[in-house]
């Protein structure tokens, strides 16, 4: 049976580690922390978004995000909330949703109506508002340690911190470090990303809402226990010390402007993720000495380590020994 060592039990390692043990191999996954996704996994929104990123990104990024969600529903069954996304702008920045149009497509305007129709808590905030039904979320957190769960069912052993791991006569390692290899590979560079945990009783979302702004665009996810996740910020650096005063202050702005019972809000968790990035932050899959990485997954882990995870198992399955192929 062909054997493989994952470093790293972010969304890009454990969706390899998925992908290679439904075809029949053996499994090894190493991370320098104690348990799985503490990366930069840790701190996405979960949004499963192709229409949306492609406002801002390269076609492949629907292209290969397609089909995220069924990858998700069928390895992690009932993780998957299928309401799609809402982008909102306020009246004076009309001309930002029709930007937002014209750079996107899997959309239909929505009037006030409509708004209220889909979210009650925004009714009589907006005027105008696209729809994409097509489109998903998740918890990350939730869905990567129920992956981990179905990853051990698969027979997938998992190494924490210093405890090193069987290497057996696996010859094949998969880098799937993320943001921990901008040290060691060429052109990848981090992009900081700073978010936050509100809680409050007072809003109720049934899916990502995107508010479109000139400088602070944000986006909240809904998640349980009236929680939900506001995202976030793209700086250009790889700190990742504590989120500063500036970005905290525009998310909870952000945030107010969406619904000003946000201002109530408990802020229950504040963080800070880095993207590892190429750049033309298209993932990819890269050869290297020791065999594979999946690297700069950017912006779209949960959108494109699937994608990323099947075209890694494939190449491999080509050289190597399945069982179940
Ligand atoms: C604020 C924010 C919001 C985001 N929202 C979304 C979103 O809504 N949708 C979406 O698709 N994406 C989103 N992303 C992007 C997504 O989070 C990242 O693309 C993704 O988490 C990267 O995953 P990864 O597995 O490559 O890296 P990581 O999650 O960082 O995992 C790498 C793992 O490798 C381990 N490691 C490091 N070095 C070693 C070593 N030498 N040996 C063993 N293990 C090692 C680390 O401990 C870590 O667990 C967001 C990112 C941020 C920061």
Partial sequence: MSCFIVKGAGVAGLAVAHELLRRGANVDIVDLKETIGQGSSFFAGGMLA???????????????????????????????????????????????????????????????????????????????????????????????????????????????????????????????????????????????????????????????????????????????????????TMIEMDDDGPISARSLMELLNAAYALHPAFGEARVVETGVGIRPAFTDNAPRVVETTEGLAIAGMYRHGFLLAPAMAVSAATRLSKGLRFTKE
């Fill in 50 to 232: 192709p229409y949306c990123e492609t406002e801002a990104a390269e076609e492949m990024v629907l292209k290969r995000g397609l089909h995220a969600a069924d990858w998700w529903d069928q390895a992690v069954p009932g993780a998957v909330t299928r309401n799609g996304t809402l982008v909102v702008a306020q009246p004076r920045e009309l001309s930002d949703l029709l930007h937002f149009a014209s750079r996107t497509t899997g959309h239909v305007w929505v009037d006030r109506d409509g708004i209220a129709a889909l979210e009650p808590s925004l009714a009589g905030r907006f005027d105008k508002a696209l729809f994409f039904a097509a489109e998903a979320h998740l918890d990350p957190r939730r869905a990567l340690v129920r992956l981990a769960e179905n990853i051990r069912q698969l027979g997938g052993q998992f190494h924490f911190g210093s405890r090193p791991p069987s290497t057996k006569n696996c010859s094949v390692i998969l880098d799937c470090t993320g943001p921990a290899a901008i040290a060691h590979m060429r052109g990848l560079r981090g992009v900081r990303g700073e978010m936050l945990h509100l809680e409050t009783g007072e809003v109720s979302l049934s899916r990502p809402v995107r508010m479109l702004h000139p400088r602070h665009p944000i986006y909240v996810v809904p998640r349980d226990n009236h929680r939900f996740m506001v995202g976030a």
